[in-house]
């Protein structure tokens, strides 16, 4: 089973941007999707977005028209651009290949500051 690290959050004022980085354990080109998803303590884990090994895209609603989601095959890297960021985007940000994993990474706690 691949495994994913995720990298790239930190502390960023409204309205800022970051880019979130995923390292998968394994070359990703035979795996269909890969998504972000977010979690609150607390709160249950959402989907923020998911691309599939052709490059389409599906976004959540509170993220469409900010977030960016892109893959590297070459690299085994997923990327999610955040722009425009809100308080409410604040969580730890995990990337996997479907919510109902069993397994997931260390996720990577992206705060967004009033």
């Known amino acids: 089973q691949v495994q994913f690290v995720e990298s790239g959050g930190g502390l960023v004022q409204a309205g800022g941007s970051l880019r979130l980085s995923c390292v998968a354990s394994?070359?990703?080109?035979?795996?269909?999707?890969i998504g972000w998803y977010r979690q609150v303590p607390g709160k249950q884990r959402d989907m923020v977005a998911r691309i599939s090994s052709a490059g389409g895209a599906n976004y959540a609603d509170s993220v469409q028209g900010r977030f960016t989601i892109s893959r590297d095959n070459a690299k085994n890297t997923v990327y999610l651009q955040m722009n425009s960021l809100k308080a409410e985007d604040t969580a730890v940000y995990y990337c996997n290949t479907a919510i109902r994993s069993a397994s997931w990474g260390p996720g990577t706690q992206v705060t967004v500051s009033s």
């Open positions: 394994g070359n990703i080109f035979s795996i269909s999707a």
